[in-house]
């Protein structure tokens, strides 16, 4: 059973940037055989997948309207994921979660079986 724990959510303003981390953690956990990935919800939208990256090996995938502002990256000595966010609009604006599957390449939350408990961002002056 794996266990996700978000952080780095924040106020920040428009053109500005945040990190997020999403730790993996449980028994028997093997970092590789998980895909991650970085979903966003906000009030009143549907939940919608913004990148993921690959456990086997590392590739990553992003939403269009965020690909070249956000990167995602891994740190497997630490069973960390990480999402890079530079030049935040206010339409970025949402709880970021992170979740897992085992090997789905997919951008859909229905393909993900475990799910953190999510880290707000808010992007406005």
């Known amino acids: 059973q794996v266990q996700l724990v978000e952080s780095g959510g924040d106020w920040v303003q428009p053109g500005g940037s945040l990190r997020l981390s999403c730790a993996a953690s449980g028994r028997n956990l093997n970092f590789y055989d998980i895909n991650i990935g970085w979903f966003r919800q906000a009030p009143g939208k549907e939940r919608e997948g913004v990148s993921y990256i690959v456990g086997s090996d590392g590739t990553a995938y992003y939403k269009d309207s965020v690909e070249g502002r956000f990167t995602i990256s891994r740190d497997s000595g630490k069973n960390t994921v990480y999402l890079q966010m530079n030049r935040l609009k206010p339409e970025d604006t949402a709880i970021y979660y992170c979740?897992?599957?085992?090997?789905?390449?997919?951008?859909?939350?229905?393909?993900?079986?475990?799910w953190g408990q999510g880290t707000q961002v808010t992007v406005s002056s």
């Open positions: 979740a897992s599957n085992h090997g789905i390449r997919s951008m859909l939350a229905r393909n993900y079986e475990t």
